[in-house]
């Protein structure tokens, strides 16, 4: 896809503060073992061949160009286009429902208007999903449409998921938060690239709002067409979420639809050698990422990289993240541990199914 | 180690013959290793682990999965502006083309990279060897003997020293005699092929090598006992640690197997000298509800349902339901099917073991079956 560029908002957080993303964006949130959040937004993109990707970065970044360097793992570390790393809005958003922020993208005209491209790709890093954008693309073409925006049907309710109101496949209304069977928005759509640049004219007053907030009064104006997406789709503003979507990935079924071989999502790589489960380890219907060493117990569990759980340690349907050691007879259970935790010998972390413990990075 | 002051030659071009199927369609120094490595990543590594940034690999046989693999270096830090990864092929010229014959006459072919590259000293590596060596180590030593060759040896036990070659040094590491595979050894130290070698005397002597009707070009055959004739100054640098040279389907499984258990003979997961990869993004490995996993190694995107007790699953391996491996390395991509049983086997790339099939045997007396990359083994074919 030549013609066509991306942009990731990674500045815009959870309403809900979690110990989990004090520390981080959203976009660099540890996911299965070893993923961010934000890869999946980057592999959508460069999966159907866009090798220009714009990335607006939040006020604490470092977690995102840690993961992301020189964009070589996702190929785009590009002679022509390739990643750029935009600055975000200075303070007061982290914390509201936008998602496109109007002012987030003016103050990077520059990169629209430098593009050659016909049309430009948005994405937040909220979402996990594996789309062919590809069609996507084609659809938006075939449809005349302005704008095409990925929707799927609600299976629940989420105060945080923006929600359409839809007319045979036309948007003419949206608003926050969506309840059981409205159309959510999965945050990512494409827009022809010189009405975007229109739009930054006409909406100048107003760039405090969401870049769809911005246009509600002119959707009889503005043709934006639904394109409905029928796979997997977590969408991830709070802890609860969060933690569905990782055991999620323990069914092998959902697992091989977002990990799909034409399609695979790309992440940072690194040098750890393959799982050691050793004498006397057990571990069933768990995730175990490259690094890790097994002596001990883990059921119904996700384990980042370079994890030890040493002998007579147990862990059950929690997530312990990269480079944690569960000490011998500690155990850890219905939990979060997030990176480079020690959980000393014989002792315990355990919240309940339903409200999951979370144990903050340690450094 | 400063810039260019040496250089490495990567000897990549082997077949490895004694591989069998493993070897069938990819050269030995691309053959799977340890779960998620080629065997080509422990020198690659032990090069930038060194600091040496330039380095030429010599491919002939098979060499597309071997090139393609190494890419640009960049796995291995190894995609410098000035140097890095060279991927030196056979190649035609003006009078002809040859293919490599020989380890000597491989670098001799690559005369012009070495003088391209200009630097003192030259290293000369096996593209299938593994071990972690300090290359700047050895080259300190080299340079405190102010010698002319410095050769990597290890000590063999007595009784296998007649299958090496063999130097006999004096006790400041002075050689003085070479014996290609002595029948009464005087000594026990064993050549590595490992070698460094002052530049000039190396071009010198190559060139040389190369009008000698009665060489067979090879670098412990004919340069080394030459070197020794004309009194030049060999040294050896000793290295006790880990070594093996993966010659045979016996010997990669025995290898294999050293990797596992509680204190595993080799420690791959030493993060002081890392051995690095060129690897694939794929998902945590997944073991499932009723699966058995002890004393194994399981790379990234495996997916277990079955029993694997003492083995080696490569990235992408699958082991179905009710299926059983014992002592056994699956390569990428390999697939026990449902109630499969594989047992002392080696399985080759993207090989499928049919449902409820049976491979290999307990019977340590057998060899270790081998299946080879791409077969499929169904019923009553085994």
Not at chain 1, 54 to 79: C, E, F, Q
Not at chain 1, 212 to 231: C, L, P, Q
Not at chain 2, 185 to 192: E, I, K, R, T, V
Not at chain 2, 255 to 263: A, R, Y
């Amino acid at each position: 896809m030549e013609k066509v560029i991306g942009l990731i908002t990674c500045n815009y957080s959870a309403k809900e503060s979690s110990p989990l993303n004090e520390s981080r964006p959203m976009a660099s949130l540890p996911y299965f073992g070893r993923y961010r959040l934000v890869d999946f937004a980057l592999s959508n993109f460069v999966n159907c061949g866009i090798r220009t990707v714009g990335m607006v970065m939040p006020y604490n970044y470092r977690s995102i160009i840690d993961h992301v360097g020189s964009g070589k793992d996702w190929d785009l570390d590009r002679k022509n286009g390739g990643l750029f790393i935009l600055p975000g809005s200075a303070f007061g958003t982290s914390r509201t429902g936008a998602r496109f922020l109007l002012r987030d993208l003016v103050h990077n005209k520059v990169y629209f208007t430098r593009s050659t491209s016909d049309a430009v790709f948005f994405s937040t890093a909220n979402f996990v999903y594996n789309i062919d954008l590809d069609k996507v693309y084609e659809a938006h073409k075939a449809s005349g449409a302005d704008i095409t925006v990925l929707t799927k049907t609600a299976s629940e309710k989420d105060p945080d998921v923006t929600a359409f109101d839809v007319e045979d496949g036309r948007v003419c209304g949206v608003h926050h938060g969506t309840a059981f069977g409205e159309t959510m928005f999965l945050d990512c759509f494409v827009i022809n690239r010189q009405l975007l640049l229109d739009m930054f004219d006409w909406y100048a007053a107003t760039d405090y709002l969401d870049l769809f907030e911005a246009m509600a009064g002119d959707f009889g104006r503005v043709n934006i067409r639904t394109y409905d997406f029928d796979g997997y789709v977590a969408p991830i503003f709070n802890k609860r979420a969060y933690f569905r979507a990782n055991m999620d990935l323990l069914d092998p079924r959902i697992t091989s639809e977002l990990f799909v071989e034409e399609r695979f999502i790309k992440t940072k790589t690194h040098d750890t050698p393959p799982a050691k489960f050793e004498v006397g380890s057990h571990v069933c219907h768990s995730a175990v990422a490259s690094g890790d060493r097994i002596y001990g117990n883990v059921s119904d569990s996700i384990l980042g990289r370079n994890v030890i759980i040493e002998a007579g340690a147990t862990v059950r349907n929690s997530i312990v993240m990269q480079g944690c050691v569960v000490k011998s007879g500690a155990r850890v259970e219905n939990a979060i541990v997030d990176r480079a935790n020690v959980v000393p010998a014989g002792t315990e972390l355990r919240g309940t199914p339903e409200d999951v413990l979370i144990k903050e990075k340690a450094h | 180690m400063s810039k260019k002051e040496c250089i490495a030659m990567l000897l990549a071009g082997g077949q490895g013959s004694r591989l069998g199927a493993l070897t069938s369609n990819v050269a030995k120094p691309a053959v799977s290793f340890g779960g998620k490595f080629r065997i080509i990543d422990f020198a690659l590594s032990n090069c930038a682990n060194s600091g040496i940034t330039t380095v030429g690999v010599l491919t002939q046989y098979r060499p597309y999965l071997l090139h393609s693999y190494i890419g640009t270096g960049e796995a291995w830090n190894l995609d410098e502006r000035n140097g890095g990864v060279s991927i030196l092929p056979p190649y035609a010229t003006q009078t002809g083309g040859a293919w490599y014959e020989g380890t000597a006459d491989a670098v001799t072919q690559n005369l012009g990279y070495i003088e391209t590259n200009d630097p003192e000293y030259v290293l000369i590596l096996s593209g299938d060897q593994l071990y972690r060596m300090d290359y700047d180590d050895m080259l300190a030593t080299h340079k405190a003997n102010n010698a002319d060759l410095t050769i990597a040896v290890m000590p063999v036990p007595w009784e296998e020293a007649s299958r090496f070659g063999i130097l006999t040094a004096e006790d400041d590491g002075r050689i003085t005699k070479f014996s290609e595979k002595p029948k009464k050894p005087d000594s026990n130290l064993a050549s590595m092929g490992i070698y460094i070698f002052n530049a000039d005397l190396l071009v010198e002597t190559l060139k040389e090598d190369a009008n000698d009707q009665n060489s067979s070009h090879d670098f412990g055959g004919d340069i080394i006992p030459k070197l020794l004739a004309d009194g030049k100054r060999l040294f050896t640098y000793k290295f006790e640690g880990f070594w093996r040279d993966v010659g045979t389907i016996s010997s990669y499984h025995e290898t294999s197997m050293d990797l596992l258990g509680p204190n595993p003979a080799f420690d791959i997961f030493s993060t002081t000298f890392p051995i690095m990869s060129n690897s694939s993004t794929r998902p945590p490995a997944f073991v499932g509800k009723d699966a058995t996993i002890d004393d194994s190694l399981i790379a990234n995107g495996c997916q277990v349902y079955g029993i694997v007790k003492h083995s080696i699953l490569s990235t992408d391996a699958y082991v179905g339901e009710r299926a059983t491996v014992v002592d056994s390395v699956l390569l990428p991509g390999a697939v026990v099917k449902d109630g499969a049983n594989v047992v002392r086997a080696i399985l080759g790339e993207n090989s499928t073991v049919e449902e409820n099939v049976s491979v290999g045997s307990v019977d340590t007396t057998k060899d270790t079956a081998v299946i080879g990359n791409d077969v499929v083994v169904g019923k009553g074919e085994n």
